[in-house]
């Protein structure tokens, strides 16, 4: 009973330990503070930002873990942060200590204003404003290392305090999403509303957008408060509805990815009076496609120009390089250079074509008895290779596979030689015996 006893006791001070670990990997979490002042004459405005903290908490009922804040740090810019949903605890916005690379997070002041959007019915009944926003209200917007996060949660606190509750959240497992062509692709996008809050249960909508180049346009759009959607001239993109309401999950999904999808998407979820969102890029990466001709290749002669064609297709972004590459015999390779290599062209669906010709002429390059011809293609997306085989005949120095064939024609001849002989001398001893037969 002693020993179980001990082990117990070491398991509660194991579990006590690992619970202050994890709390105080994410119990602190170091901001900008980022607001406008007006300039000179009211005209224009300046950007002032500030070094901050968040202290965080995931139990409201828990102590903050409090680390003495660095001496740049102003003692109004430190807060103290209530967040039950742990949406700041993923470990892209706190990695190991030491690292070079630090996530990066800006606070800002937040006005909540009542949520207007053409396409759906006011989330608000009347434009009074409720007593619940008579508070003081920030935004803040966090990027995790390595693309793994995108975060913007609106906070609230009473007027003149430091201690704030996450009231929305809206994040996404990564900032960039890479595609092949055709490829069904998730646009991922949650959010999550404090189940205290007022605002909680009184209507949601959400809206996907889609920017590229200064140009937008509406992807998706779905009214929660009156369960419809906005009309959009695109039809392939869709939510899942169930997901929606039952665990917040506003993903996007494109049926196929095109390259008219490259560009910025943003996720933006409205409240009544509140609005927050994540804007993710989506990357569309098609390697080429290559065909060689004249494929097979025509013999050639030593001295004899042989013209061969490459042409990829296909292909996204536009970066490409072409080059071409002998095999001989014996299965050494050299790079034969690029040969002409045309402008690009671009097809209707976005996609871009190139191509290389190259000059063979045996005795110039070296190419001997020949062997391979192969168009290498290097883009983003991969390696592409197609080969032709080309054959020089008439040169002095049999290949062994010519001495093979040669051997085995020789062979062939002195067996037909040696056939001829064995018939003729049949012939000719049955004609002496004839002979001899009829002198006797």
Not at 30 to 59: A, H
Not at 340 to 356: F, I, K, M, N
Not at 376 to 404: F, Y
Request: aromatic share 8%; glycine share 8%.
């Amino acid at each position: 009973m002693g020993d179980i006893a001990t082990i117990y006791k070491l398991s509660v001070i194991s579990f006590a330990l690992f619970g202050d670990v994890f709390s105080s990997r994410c119990s602190v979490l170091e901001c900008w503070f980022v607001q406008e002042r007006p300039g000179g004459g009211g005209f224009s405005t300046r950007m002032t930002q500030e070094k901050s903290v968040l202290y965080i908490r995931t139990d409201p009922d828990g102590e903050m873990i409090e680390h003495k804040p660095s001496s740049d740090i102003s003692p109004s810019r430190i807060y103290y942060v209530s967040d039950p949903e742990s949406t700041f605890c993923s470990s892209a916005l706190h990695p190991p200590e030491g690292t070079l690379n630090k996530p990066q997070c800006e606070i800002n002041p937040f006005i909540p204003q009542a949520s207007m959007v053409k396409w759906a019915s006011p989330l608000t009944a009347s434009a009074k404003s409720p007593i619940y926003l008579n508070a003081d209200w920030y935004s803040v917007a966090a990027q995790g290392l390595n693309g793994e996060l995108t975060l913007a949660n609106v906070m609230r606190a009473p007027s003149g305090s430091k201690e704030l509750s996450v009231i929305l959240s809206v994040f996404s497992k990564t900032s960039t999403v890479r595609s092949r062509l055709g490829e069904s692709v998730l646009l991922d996008c949650g959010f999550w509303v404090d189940p205290s809050s007022p605002l909680h249960g009184s209507g949601f909508a959400v809206e996907w957008r889609y920017q590229f180049r200064g140009e937008g346009r509406l992807v998706v759009a779905y009214d929660g408060l009156n369960d419809r959607f906005a009309e959009t001239s695109g039809t392939d993109a869709e939510l899942d509805i169930m997901g929606l309401y039952e665990t917040g999950n506003a993903s996007l999904i494109l049926k196929e990815a095109q390259v008219s999808h490259v560009g910025t998407f943003i996720c933006t979820i409205y409240l009544p009076h509140l609005l927050a969102q994540v804007a993710l890029e989506l990357e569309v990466v098609e390697p080429p496609s290559l065909a060689v001709y004249p494929s097979p290749l025509p013999l050639s002669a030593p001295g004899q120009v042989v013209k061969v064609h490459c042409e990829a297709s296909g292909f996204y972004p536009l970066s490409l390089d072409l080059d071409w590459e002998f095999t001989d015999a014996d299965g050494k390779k050299r790079s034969l250079g690029q040969g002409s290599v045309t402008g690009h062209r671009q097809a209707s669906d976005g996609t871009y074509s190139q191509s290389s010709r190259l000059e063979l002429d045996s005795l110039k390059l070296g190419l001997g008895r020949g062997g391979e011809i192969s168009c290498v293609a290097k883009h983003q997306g991969g390696t592409r290779r197609a080969t032709v085989t080309l054959n020089i005949i008439g040169v002095s120095a049999p290949s062994v596979e010519d001495s093979m064939a040669m051997v085995a024609v020789a062979l062939v001849l002195y067996g037909v030689i040696k056939v001829i002989f064995w018939t003729f001398s049949s012939n000719g001893l049955s004609n002496e015996d004839a002979n001899n037969k009829k002198e006797k």
